[in-house]
């Protein structure tokens, strides 16, 4: 139909946390969530999944964008803006954006994401 029913998966070092709500029947979704959880001091990656949503089978993966602490690191007031997704299967090819805020809050000791997944193209 030349539409998808997105949503994200926010996952810290390959363990899913936050799941976005479904936004149906579009290419271009907007979520506008903000996310603050937990982050343990050894994280490495942040890497957003943005899925289709399939009643019929398995869901298929749209694209995704992976933020390292590295990345973070080199953001110390957070980052935002549009990132370009980029395919998870190498046989897929994968356009589109999300636009997305994430920033690391507290000391070493407690430190938190908060992440805003607001919308994609």
Do not use: N
Not at 80 to 104: C, K
């Amino acid at each position: 139909t030349g539409s998808s029913d997105p949503y994200c998966i926010v996952k810290i070092d390959d363990e899913a946390i936050i799941r976005t709500a479904t936004v149906w029947k579009t290419l271009s979704p907007f979520w506008g969530e903000e996310y603050e959880v937990h982050l343990q001091p050894g994280f490495h990656s942040i890497s957003i999944y943005v899925m289709d949503e399939d009643a019929l089978s398995r869901d298929d993966i749209i694209g995704k964008v992976c933020i390292t602490r590295d990345m973070l690191a080199e953001h110390p007031k957070g980052y935002s803006g549009w990132m370009s997704l980029s395919e998870v299967d190498p046989h897929e090819e994968v356009q589109g954006e999300i636009h997305l805020r994430v920033e690391v809050l507290g000391s070493q000791g407690s430190r938190r994401l908060r992440c805003s997944v607001l919308e994609a193209r």
